[in-house]
């Protein structure tokens, strides 16, 4: 059976069942249909935080289908229901981009899935278009204002950054000319698309902590200078009423289930390469009020998700994992150890040792934040006795707790071993995470701090464009932000052809941008782009829908 054969053979519980598994009142429900609901954010309890487990999933360098951390993350979930503890997982929202474009749908796989499956994947309860929408609104508002004769800011078309989004993988809007057609279309100018996923909206939405903050970070948004070099913010158009008007749903999180009928808790959706890579504080924290374990997944490659997940949401949120779980697939492994995507099915424990590496470099970087490590492999059905044997065993060596986690063949059930570790690892944590860089450090520092410790590259290096764009965000005093690097998720450089463990290698920053409402400076290393492409052969050509309403090719 395909996911979605899977997903829609089970019957879901009515929502207000889950709820109720959490102590939660009908009437505190906002419905959307029988099986999804809106939470309100009086649930978060910060006492009820300070008792709770909370445990990252993140995962070694992934191939071009994913490691399975969501499927990963859900199965442990359902398998800590079903060792006797009160979990619920926490992750995010897929976005529309890579549903039709190379991985199909993000709601776990096999027999550890979130429903509704369809909705989920597709337009769920509407986060994404709100946060398209408050997005575009503010770009509307500042062509808008460019063209007035009476209400002019005298902003400098030429220094424009904001850009407008869309939820699709769109290449031909990463670079456009805007407001052609005369002077009913106003005053021309170079701008472009960011996917909805790497927007600043977005990322705000996954970084406040209530309505109110959530409309002062809008407003805290630069968006371009005046004619004499005057800084121009969201707040100067009075955009950030309106913007919090259309995201005052958005910013409450989604409760559903999983198969085996558990509370699930999904809510926000940033890229890990080109955006911070978690879900919401607000769903982190709400799940924390509302249970004693909390799983919760960083997108790609610890490189990326987890760097971000730490020394931003964790540092703005004040949380801290219990535990870190890294999914690692033997696959992968044998990738990373040079065998050809198209013959990662047949054995290879040479392939496989010489994969090692890859999995060595993301323990390392997870052991500095001074956090528990264990190692999750992802098993699958082609996977031998002796490449498992042989992968366990290097665990071992290595002085890491590891389990083969079987969730998508067996759901929770087939996950009960790293369950237990897991239980095992978060009871021997007794200290918070160590941040890789301090606040305080310059941007060039923090770059060099992630990008050696993290990473394992050797210089970080700076175009003449970055430099100089570097400079004017340190005078504009923004030197003590963190940053987000956007960079490849397929290599530990930022060249994606460099697999396994590289070595004696640089990062090139080619430009910054920055996000002063959601409060991080993003360095964008090697060829990374914020609005990606569609592949040659997108999942969209394989799905489709019968007369009967049936969809098939989600996934």
Known sequence: MTDIEIASSIKAKHIRDIASKLAIKETQLEYYGSDKAKLPLELIDASSIKKSNLILVTAITPTPAGEGKTTTSIGLGDALNEIGEKAVVVIRE???????????????????????????????????????????????????????????????????????????????LRSIIAALGGKSGGIPRETGFNITAASEIMAILCLCDNLDSLKQMCGNIYIGDTWEGKPIYARDLNAEGAMAVLLKDAIKPNLVQTLEGNPAIIHGGPFANIAQGTNSILATKMGMSLSDYVVTEAGFGSDLGAEKFLNIKCRTAGLSPKTIVLVATIRA?????????????????????????????HISSLKSFGL?????????????????????????????????????????????????????????????????????????DKMEKICKTIYGAKNVLLSNKANAQLRRFERMGYANLPVCIAKTQKSLSDDEKRLGRPENFDINIREFEIATGAGFIIPIAGDILRMPGLPSTPSAENICIDKDGTITGLF
């Open 94 to 172: 897929p976005s529309l981009g890579p549903v039709f474009g190379i991985k199909g749908g993000a709601a776990g796989g096999g027999w550890s899935q979130v429903i509704p499956m369809v909705d989920i994947n597709l337009h769920f309860t509407g986060d994404f278009h709100a946060i398209e929408k408050a997005n575009n609104l503010l770009a509307a508002l500042i062509d808008n204002n460019i063209q007035s004769k009476t209400k002019s800011l005298g902003i400098d078309p030429r220094t424009v950054i904001w850009k407008r989004c869309m939820d699709m993988n769109d290449r031909g």
């Open 333 to 361: 492994l044998k990738y990373h150890g040079g065998k050809k995507l198209s013959e990662l099915t047949n054995e290879d424990t040479e392939a496989l040792r010489k994969g090692f590496p890859n999995l060595e470099r």
């Open 372 to 444: 528990p490590v264990v190692v999750s492999i992802n098993a699958f059905s082609s996977d031998t006795e002796a490449e498992k044997e042989l992968l366990l065993s290097h665990c071992g060596k290595l002085g890491v707790a590891a389990a083969l986690s079987y969730g998508w063949a067996n759901g929770g059930k087939g996950c009960t071993d790293l369950a237990a570790k897991v239980v095992e690892a978060a009871s021997t944590c007794s200290q918070s995470f160590k941040p890789t860089y301090s606040l305080e450090d310059s941007v060039r």
